[in-house]
């Protein structure tokens, strides 16, 4: 919400220390805020349709609450699936007299976004800054995102600024979009060291985290490296996000070497580096070595928790071990852990594709 004349200013967030010490927050407002983005045109030309494809059914309703109670019902039914059937209900709304609220605006932004028609939402804010309608915290959010995919974080980190001039407070999820962008960009560790700021163990976390993201799990590695070479001291997480990211490549060899290399300098794997490990082995049929890996936590006295064992059921009912899936929950109650809506979900999914449709109801009956 805008702040009002006399009312106190929120207090620092990380997104606004930030984007302070970027200087970017620094920018003046001038009375069209976005000026300094859309100004760029040669970044960001109108996004143009390649063909005219209208929907009947907008062309054919008159009424405005009608028309708008189909856009929205369009958009969150997962309708919309082309970026020129979403060009058509914007070029409706803009021409709507009062225009219609930013909510609706952001709804149809959101979802152009998430079908990855970046440039189209880019150019879909510019056009509504030029009818002078004013955007909300969200809108600028899913415009941040839309210019970090585009590899712009720098018009990303002003856009947050502006939000914090308009008196906005950016979430958490805008503060790791732009960790993404940077990260994406490769330049974040020089971006953290231009501000003044010393990495630290949980900087190369947040990084190693950020690049398994994005998929760049060479880029995590290099992060590792480097953290071993300062001889600081290193957690199990920023292993098993490591190696869950090779697992998802389906480098589950290397996956493993790293798992040994991690318990020869002394750290040990927990539950949560197990889980992800077995449930990846699971996805690629690598039974021997899931039993291998059961077998370890036993040795090491480490218990299964209900994610570990729903991760079993899972993977036992997809490919028709119902027996085995039907063992590990056996197993699970006989440890006093209760199964879950996922373990009765998994077995009811397995016993349907075997077409078992008795015994699936079974199940459902106990759940």
């Keep these: 919400m805008l702040l009002r004349s006399g009312s106190t200013a ?16 620094s920018i003046c407002i001038p009375r069209n805020p976005l000026v300094f983005l859309f100004q760029k045109s040669n970044h960001f030309p109108f996004y143009r349709p390649v063909t005219t494809r209208n929907i009947g059914e907008i062309d054919e309703i008159g009424n405005r609450n009608k028309f708008l109670n ?16 979403g060009f058509h209900f ?5 021409g709507m007299r009062p225009l219609p609220s930013v909510r609706d605006f952001t ?25 002078g309608i004013r ?12 210019l970090c995919c585009l590899k712009h974080t720098a018009f990303g980190f002003s856009v947050t600024g502006t939000m914090i001039k308009l008196g906005f407070e950016p979430d958490i999820v805008t503060v790791h979009t732009l ?14 060291q231009k501000i003044g700021y010393q990495p630290d163990v949980c900087t190369y976390g947040a990084m190693i985290n950020g690049f398994c993201n994005i998929g760049d799990t060479n880029a995590a590695i290099r992060c590792l490296r480097e953290l071993e070479g300062k001889k600081w001291k290193l957690s199990v997480m920023a292993y098993s996000t490591i190696m869950d990211s090779l697992c998802r490549e389906g480098l589950v060899n290397e996956a493993l070497d790293l798992c040994a290399e991690m318990t020869g300098k002394g750290i040990q794997p927990n539950v949560v580096t197990y889980s992800c490990l077995i449930q990846d082995l699971c ?30 059921v899972d993977a036992f009912s997809k490919v028709g071990r119902i027996t085995k899936a039907k063992s ?16 009765y979900n998994s077995l009811i999914d397995g016993y349907c594709l075997q077409n078992e449709m008795d015994k699936a109801m079974e199940v459902l009956s106990l759940s």
């Design 328 to 343: 590990v929950m056996g197993l699970m109650i006989q440890k006093r852990i209760e199964p879950d809506v996922v373990t």
């Design 70 to 85: 189909f856009m929205r019902n369009y958009c969150r039914s997962g309708q919309l699936k082309n970026v020129d059937d």
């Design 179 to 192: 960790i993404n962008g940077l990260c994406m960009e490769g330049s974040l560790l020089d971006h953290v």
């Design 10 to 25: 929120p207090a620092p967030t990380c997104a606004f220390l930030l984007v302070q010490q970027t200087g970017t927050a």
């Design 135 to 146: 955007v909300d915290v969200y809108a600028l959010g899913v415009l941040v995102n839309c």
């Design 283 to 312: 996805n690629f049929g690598c039974w021997k070595e899931v039993n291998r890996l059961l077998n370890e936590m036993k040795e090491t006295g480490i218990e299964p928790d209900v994610q570990a064992f729903n991760i079993l």
């Design 90 to 94: 914007f070029k409706k709304m803009v």
């Design 107 to 131: 709804l149809l932004l959101g979802k152009m976004a998430r079908m990855k028609h970046y440039i189209a939402v880019v150019s879909m804010t510019k056009k509504m800054d030029s009818f």
